[in-house]
């Protein structure tokens, strides 16, 4: 008897397992519905020099946050949580001083990955001037 209160609690707690990780599962945007498009950049073009709160990034760190000028477009890869990435939106553009502003904010749900994976944006720049003459100064939450 015994036996048989156990198999039955054990079935129990496994149903309800499978019911939490759905649940979890159905809070989390999946990649396709998230905004950007998920990787690197297959295209090349033009590194740009960036800058995360005053700190320039290293362009030789593969996995830090990167820009290019790819056919006249701002193309920004960062990289974080997999269902909660950062989404860069351009808040100026200074002609003078040739620096183009980027404000970062998070996207998806509450619930994140620990993950960490590439997301990649084209973002349209308000210019007259190339894009390679710019620089990118990012601000992070």
Known sequence: ???????????????LSG????????DRPSSDSLPGTAGVPSATGVPIRVEINGVLVD??????????NI????????YGSGSCPFVPEVTSVDEESRVISVKMTMAGGDTCTADSRPRT?????DTDGDLDEFSVQMTWP
Not at 19 to 26: E, K, P
């Open 59 to 68: 362009e030789t760190d593969l996995e830090a946050t990167q820009a290019w």
């Open 121 to 125: 944006f084209e973002l349209d720049v």
């Open 19 to 26: 019911l939490t990780v759905g649940c979890m599962a159905a």
């Open 71 to 78: 056919g006249g477009k701002l193309v920004v890869t960062t």
């Open 1 to 15: 008897m015994r036996v048989g209160h156990i198999a039955v609690l054990a079935i129990v707690t496994l149903s």
